[in-house]
């Protein structure tokens, strides 16, 4: 039975679990406020609806073949799970959409019967953090998200999996639990490196152009840096009828890795020392730049653009720029007939700072909660969902354009799948993936009292785009109301 509700690095040293307890006592409110979605969008295949703010529904796709991973059910053979009701939770995305519709195979081979429970965003993670804190049973296998890990893992409340991966009785050897991309699996363990969970999905954020052609005519080239960057928008804007940038409403993804170009940072020495910096003068200087793009070059509007929203832009050729995910780019090449732009898209890496380069990276993936009575059923489920033989499946049928598996973004199907215009992005993908893992920058954004702070974040762009404040008082204002919600969630700073 599917429930759907449609709405909207390696790892040091964890926090102790009195702090981490202590971060549960941090509002719901903020929680919310802050807006941590998924930087991940729906797969390729899916036409974009201007204004809405959840998943695309998936592409009606004739029957898969039975996948790969599984034996054939056999006539009179006894199913293993035979009578399993498994509940499954987490919120839409093109993966957790679309996986949907291999479930009836799953659910012959083995037996089992999937309660499938996708919640909004916002939602779903309050729900999630209420069930894990307490230790419930209401659901078997359970989303682990990236901005929660930290705190959901460091409190115990996820199921350690090296002895399922261990046994061979329980998962074959060529199953594959090295195929990870480090970047993804990083935030799926904890500080000994033991793994809780297996990603389905990443986000990497590059840039995507969709009228290239109009910074040829201007007679510049694509841009490397940040500073050619701001001379191509203001060289390009209004040009044609297309804004120079857009991009959506969630500012403490977006902004940040112009933070860190700069030389800014988020926090001192994330997860260690959780004392924010958000007001020293790179990080200042790195939301100044950002909000001056809202401000000057983009469309009327665009504080409150949602993902498809940014995304119609660049299909109709209403914008050019967009620096994000880039699962948000492989749509708009995807279809001529929807777009106006799909021959003329490219995708670039995020044009480097003073400072150097920080694209943003993050992940989600299945996990089992402590409190599962059905652990073995879970782990069967989870095999299944994030095997390599389904993951290539939801490449080829599917259009899937964020896979982390090493073997699946290294594959020919996905390098043909994510060409775009003649630009390799399957390439630029697997290095932003990697870069995050290995740098360890992204450390940041696992912080338990992150959405506080990126709540802060949000108000203090927004403030500045509109020129409410300085870039500099707005920040100040952020760097002190981060030092409020860290100390009240029972962290010890510097400040």
């Known amino acids: 039975m599917v429930r759907h509700t449609k709405d909207e690095n390696e790892t040091p040293r964890r926090v102790s679990r009195r702090q981490v307890l202590l971060a549960l006592t941090a509002s719901a409110a903020a929680l919310v406020a802050a807006g941590c979605a998924p930087a991940a969008a729906p797969s390729p295949t899916v ?101 929660y890990s930290m705190k959901w893992i ?88 297309t804004k120079a940038f857009v991009t959506d409403n969630l500012h403490h993804w977006n902004a940040i890795p112009y933070m860190m170009n700069f030389g800014g940072k988020i926090f001192k020495d994330p997860p260690n020392n959780v004392t924010p910096t958000l007001d020293m003068p790179e990080s200042v200087q790195g939301a100044d730049y950002f909000a001056k793009l809202l401000r000057e070059y983009s469309p009327e509007g665009v504080l409150s653009y949602t993902d498809d929203q940014a995304m119609t832009a660049q299909m109709e050729g209403r914008a050019n720029l967009r620096t994000n995910s880039i699962d948000w780019f492989a749509p708009i090449a995807a279809d001529p007939t929807k777009s106006k732009t799909a021959k003329l898209i490219t995708v670039t890496e995020l044009p480097a700072g003073p400072k150097g ?88 954004r696992i912080v338990p009292v992150f959405p506080q702070v990126g709540a802060a974040i949000n108000k203090a762009i927004s403030a500045i785009a509109t020129k409410q404040m300085s870039a500099e008082a707005a920040m100040k204002q952020a760097q002190q109301e981060a030092i409020t919600d860290i100390k009240k969630a029972g962290f010890k700073i510097d400040a």
């Open 47 to 147: 036409a974009p609806k201007p204004a809405a703010t959840t998943a695309p529904a998936p592409v009606a796709t004739a029957a898969p073949a039975p996948a790969a991973t599984q034996a054939p059910a056999q006539s009179g053979a006894a199913k293993p799970f035979a009578g399993v009701q498994l509940n499954v939770a987490c919120f839409p995305v093109g993966y957790t959409n679309n996986i949907k519709d291999y479930f009836p195979e799953f659910e012959q081979q083995t037996g089992m019967k999937i309660n499938y429970d996708l919640l909004a965003f916002a939602v779903y993670n309050q729900r999630a953090d209420v069930e894990l804190s307490t230790k419930g049973s209401a659901w078997d296998v359970m989303n682990i998200t990236y901005i």
């Open 154 to 241: 460091g409190a115990g409340w996820f199921t350690n999996l090296e002895d399922y991966i261990k046994d061979a009785n329980k998962t074959p050897k060529d199953w594959g639990a090295d195929d990870f991309s480090s970047g993804a699996i990083a935030p799926m363990t904890d500080d000994k490196g033991a793994r809780f969970g297996f990603p389905f999905m990443a986000g990497t954020y590059a840039a995507g152009w969709a009228r290239p052609d109009l910074v040829e005519k201007a007679g510049l080239k694509l841009p490397t840096t940040l500073d050619e960057m701001m001379k191509v928008m203001a060289a390009v804007n209004d040009k044609e009828g």
């Open 357 to 444: 380069n920080f694209p943003a990276s993050n992940s989600h993936g299945y996990g089992i909660p402590i409190g599962s009575k059905k652990k073995d059923a879970a782990w069967e489920f989870m095999k299944w969902a994030n095997s390599k033989e389904l993951v290539m499946r939801m490449i080829t049928e599917k259009g899937y354009g964020s896979p982390v598996r090493l073997s699946a973004i290294s594959s020919p199907e996905f390098k043909k799948k994510m060409q775009i215009n003649g630009v390799d992005v399957a390439a630029i993908y697997g290095k932003i993936l990697d870069l995050g893992g290995k740098g360890g920058f992204m450390k940041y």
